[in-house]
């Protein structure tokens, strides 16, 4: 199964510090992940995993390489862009280990928050933002405050967030981390349903063994900072 | 566009308008400071507005009763109807007493005037209650504020005196109450000496003469004729100072006001610096307390303007219901200040722009604030 490339990256680089504190974090990771699939990145904690999740997200600065979000060449050496924070709008979402929903707006502001913010007309946004909310089955709490719901609900809010902008991507940072052993396979069948409907790429950051067999590939990063992505668990 | 900055002060609306009604009352006394200087600037001009007179004489190289001692021969009032175009001339007195009341002193400047003459000193719009002084002596108007009602009787010196008026808002420049007797009432006050005193005196070959002086001499000019013109005729002559009303007043309002104001200017900058910096704090504090938010929101992409404009609104908020409350505050309490407080609604807007420069100014750190949050920081816990 191979649809078409949400993220490519060739030869990606991240080294931290200077001479003999020079730490190779990500040494030359190229890997392809596309639309439709779910991507489990695991490692060892310190690996690297957040910095790989960082660079893709363009939140953090890759010491060299290339990478692509889509058909677009976003990094080569340098960003291609000045406004990262443009392509995260336009192509990326994030869900993140807690909710971390904006406190002081309700469920349906979360979600459209983004939406509006891109000049997307609040009428149209509210509609988008109550069918994520269905298609989530919590379109009943849209008017409650975070506060006022479960973890379980808060993380499919957060979703529902993240697919608010209709991204190509979703990067999750340990979704389940908060979650029981129920919720997890929950929230990651959940996310595997919404790669294939929404033909949407996702990666997300586990330490949880028991999700890696819902996920279609896995991405590890090995010792000495190189990626290594399988579909088959036992290679790992 | 849904607004950040409303939906937060209503997710913490307690907190934002305990903080606001904490800044509003500095903005109150921030007001109320203003009015304490405006009613000073009232209370120096109420004898003169009183009084209306064109032509204040006094003391050679003195700038008169209301700045320093100043003593001229009441005969002078008549003598002043020799310059052409004077039209009225009375002597009058200024002294600081103490009024016995009950185990205390109330202070008081009492005003001496010719209850005969052409200018009285007492405003009948003031006068609430009683008369104006019949009697050559013993008689006192007095204003509400000494706590003296009619027929009361006042021991001031060898003499009892009886009230029989009561004004409202008499007050002299330094916000003491006006007290108004006799001419004649007054100089024995002022000048007359114990009778031991006047025999010691005596004794020493000194003649008690000044019984008959009086602080000032003020005069009317009939209309047609130029008041400079007959203030310079009279210092000429005379071997006076000479002040216009208008003169009087700068002496008034100026050199006797002016180091009040510079004092409750210098008072209020410092209430406004320390109401800014709290408006900062307090932003400050807001804005790290939503640090993980804006992290969130800077990592899924919203613009630097839109949490800017978040913690802008909030702090311009803050600053507009802190004066409002501040408003009200002052309101409230402005009547229960000793000196009287004048509350104008010039000054209200001229704090307001203050405020919504100085609250402009306090988003700066919590501006600072959200350009330096860091997107990563939302990522990894």
């Known amino acids: ?236 | 566009m849904i607004n950040l900055a409303i939906k937060d002060i209503k997710h913490s609306l307690v907190k934002f308008v305990v903080t606001a009604m904490g800044v509003g009352m500095l903005f109150g006394i921030v007001l109320i400071m203003i009015g304490v200087y405006r009613g000073m600037q009232v209370e120096a001009e109420v004898l003169l507005n009183d009084l209306k007179a064109d032509l204040w004489i006094v003391q050679e190289d003195t700038l008169g009763p209301f700045a320093e001692s100043s003593r001229v021969h009441r005969d002078l009032k008549d003598i002043l109807f020799a310059i052409n175009g004077i039209d009225k001339s009375e002597a009058i007195t200024f002294q600081n007493i103490q009024l016995p009341k009950k185990d205390k002193k109330i202070r008081v400047v009492a005003v001496g005037y010719d209850i005969y003459g052409a200018i009285n000193p007492i405003n009948p719009e003031r006068l609430m209650q009683g008369r104006e002084i019949k009697s050559d002596h013993y008689e006192i108007v007095v204003d509400d504020k000494t706590g003296f009602g009619l027929n009361d009787e006042i021991k001031l010196g060898r003499n009892i005196y009886k009230v029989v008026g009561i004004t409202h808002k008499a007050v002299s420049n330094s916000g003491d109450s006006l007290v108004f007797m006799s001419l004649k009432d007054a100089q024995e006050l002022q000048f007359l000496y114990s009778n031991k005193e006047i025999q010691n005196n005596e004794a020493r070959g000194i003649k008690n003469s000044e019984s008959d002086m009086v602080n000032a001499i003020i005069a009317t000019v009939k209309k047609g004729y130029d008041i400079d013109k007959i203030a310079k005729d009279i210092k000429k002559w005379q071997h006076k100072s000479v002040y216009t009303d208008g003169e009087q007043r700068e002496i008034l309002t100026k050199n006797l006001v002016e180091k009040s104001q510079k004092q409750i200017g210098l008072f209020t900058a410092i209430l406004i610096m320390v109401s800014t910096i709290i408006i900062a704090l307090i932003i400050y504090t807001m804005t790290l307390e939503k640090m993980k938010s804006i992290a969130i929101m800077k990592l899924i992409g919203l613009s630097n303007i839109v949490i800017i404009k978040m913690v802008v609104e909030e702090t311009l908020l803050l600053g507009v219901f802190a004066f409002l409350f501040g408003n009200i505050f002052s309101h409230l309490i402005y009547d229960i200040f000793p000196k009287f407080v004048v509350l104008l609604i010039g000054d209200a807007w001229m704090l307001f722009g203050v405020v919504l420069i100085s609250s402009v100014l306090s988003s700066f750190i919590g501006i600072n604030k959200v350009l330096k949050a860091d997107p990563a920081s939302a990522i990894g816990g």
């Open chain 1, 1 to 236: 199964m191979q649809g078409q490339v949400a993220i490519k990256a060739q030869n990606l680089v991240k080294y931290f510090g200077k001479d003999e504190n020079l730490v190779k974090v990500i040494d030359g990771a190229s890997f392809e992940i596309y639309k439709g699939e779910v991507v489990a990145l695991i490692a060892p904690s310190g690996a690297g995993k957040t910095t790989l999740l960082m660079m893709i997200g363009c939140v953090l600065d890759p010491t060299s390489g290339k990478m692509w979000l889509g058909e677009d060449m976003v990094y080569d050496n340098r960003w291609l862009t000045r406004d990262t924070r443009k392509i995260r709008r336009q192509k990326i979402g994030f869900i993140f280990q807690a909710h971390y929903l904006i406190p002081f707006l309700n469920i349906l502001e979360n979600v459209t928050l983004l939406p509006l913010a891109s000049g997307i007309d609040e009428k149209i946004a509210n509609q988008k933002a109550m069918e994520l909310l269905s298609y989530l089955d919590i379109a009943d709490k849209a008017k409650s405050m975070s506060s006022q719901l479960s973890g379980g609900q808060n993380q499919r809010v957060a979703i529902a967030r993240a697919l608010a902008n209709n991204p190509q991507i979703i990067l999750a940072d340990e979704p389940t981390a908060a979650l029981d052993a129920k919720r997890s396979i929950s929230v990651i069948e959940m996310l595997k349903k919404i790669a294939k409907e929404q033909n949407v790429a996702i990666i997300t950051v586990t330490h949880d063994e028991r999700i890696l067999p819902y996920c279609d590939r896995i991405m590890k990063i090995q010792n000495r900072g190189t990626v290594f992505v399988s579909t088959d668990l036992a290679v790992l």
